[in-house]
């Protein structure tokens, strides 16, 4: 069987460039976007095609991925990576960059999504990896609205897992927990407005954020492995955590909402008889 082709947006730097050059030392093809394709991954490899692409531009996306076709014939694997956070207090942050947010982490991953779909139905078969993070799963003080954009792509994606499964493609939420990049420092946009009574969350926030991004145990290599292997998994979950940081704070946050819901069970378990089936019920890991 030819070499599997991987499709990997935000690809200038961080994790997104990482896994660029784990799948070109796996042997794959791979088609690496980015927003200024000079700071893309360069690589001598002819099994390396690079594009410019803002995820935010729908019809760019479009293109991007008829010219990734054009190249190599199919999109095997896409990598839904680019996103920024936007950090701060809620009351700090304008509507503008809350939308903002939303442009680029929820609505760019939508755009980069509907452009290989069709492609991918008609082959029955693909994965695609979307970026969420433990603040996907579990929201905190100054996350409101970074957290908000990923439990958006939570959603769409354990929901296109359980849709796209029947046409032999599968979709992976994935988790980062700390890993070094850019992306609390270059990456992060903090609120514009200053609110006295914020002040010392926000310092103390801003302080933490620092040394968590300097000193972060994270390799963003070790993650890009671990990304290879599950694209060689027959059955990729629907939800991967990577980091033992990650996955630790998620593990908490289960047996807390498991303990809220047996706390209040007797006053809200009213009647009822519909059956709601999550992604999850429909797919066993391997
Ligand atoms: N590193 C972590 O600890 C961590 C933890 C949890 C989740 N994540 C998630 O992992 C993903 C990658 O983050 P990272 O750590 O690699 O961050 P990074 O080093 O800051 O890289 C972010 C990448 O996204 C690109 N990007 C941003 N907006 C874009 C747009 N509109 N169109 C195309 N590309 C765009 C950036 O391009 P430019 O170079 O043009 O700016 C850059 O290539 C993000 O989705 C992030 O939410 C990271």
């Known amino acids: 069987m030819s070499k599997p082709v991987w499709f990997i947006t935000g690809a200038t730097r961080g994790l997104g460039a990482a896994v660029t050059a784990a799948a070109l030392r796996a ?7 980015g927003r200024d394709v000079d700071r893309v991954a360069q690589s001598s490899s002819d099994r390396l095609l690079t594009l410019a692409l803002d995820i935010t531009d729908g019809a760019a996306a479009t293109a991007a991925v008829a010219a990734a076709r054009q190249r190599f014939g199919r999109i095997d694997v896409l990598v839904n ?26 609505f760019g991953t ?7 779909l069709p492609g991918m139905r008609a082959q029955r078969s693909g994965r695609i990896f ?10 905190g003080t100054h996350y409101a609205v970074y957290a908000a954009s990923k439990f958006a792509v939570e959603g769409f994606s354990e929901s296109l897992a359980a849709e796209l499964l029947p046409f032999g493609i599968f979709v992976t939420l994935v988790e980062p927990g700390f890993f070094r990049t850019d992306f609390l420092t270059t990456s992060a946009r903090f609120g514009s407005s200053t609110i006295a009574d914020y002040e010392t969350t926000t310092i103390a926030n801003r302080a933490q954020l620092d040394a968590r991004h300097r000193d972060a145990a994270g390799d963003p290599a070790k993650f890009a492995d671990v990304l290879i292997t599950l694209g060689r998994s027959p059955a ?11 996955i630790t704070a998620i593990e908490r946050t289960n047996a807390a909402v498991q303990a809220e819901i047996d706390r209040w069970r007797d006053l809200c378990s009213l009647p009822a008889d519909v059956e709601f089936t999550g992604a999850h019920e429909g797919r066993s890991s391997g």
């Not at 990576?81 to 929820?106: H, K, S, W, Y």
Request: proline content about 5%; overall charge negative.
């Open 27 to 33: 042997g794959y093809h791979v088609v690496a976007t």
């Open 81 to 106: 990576n680019a996103g920024f956070a936007q950090l701060g207090a809620f009351e700090t942050i304008p509507d503008a960059a809350v939308r903002a947010q939303f442009e680029t982490n929820v």
């Open 110 to 116: 939508m755009n980069v999504t509907r452009a290989v």
């Open 130 to 139: 979307n970026l969420s993070s433990m603040a996907g799963y579990i929201g």
């Open 236 to 246: 990729p979950p629907v939800r991967c955590t990577i980091g033992a940081d990650a």
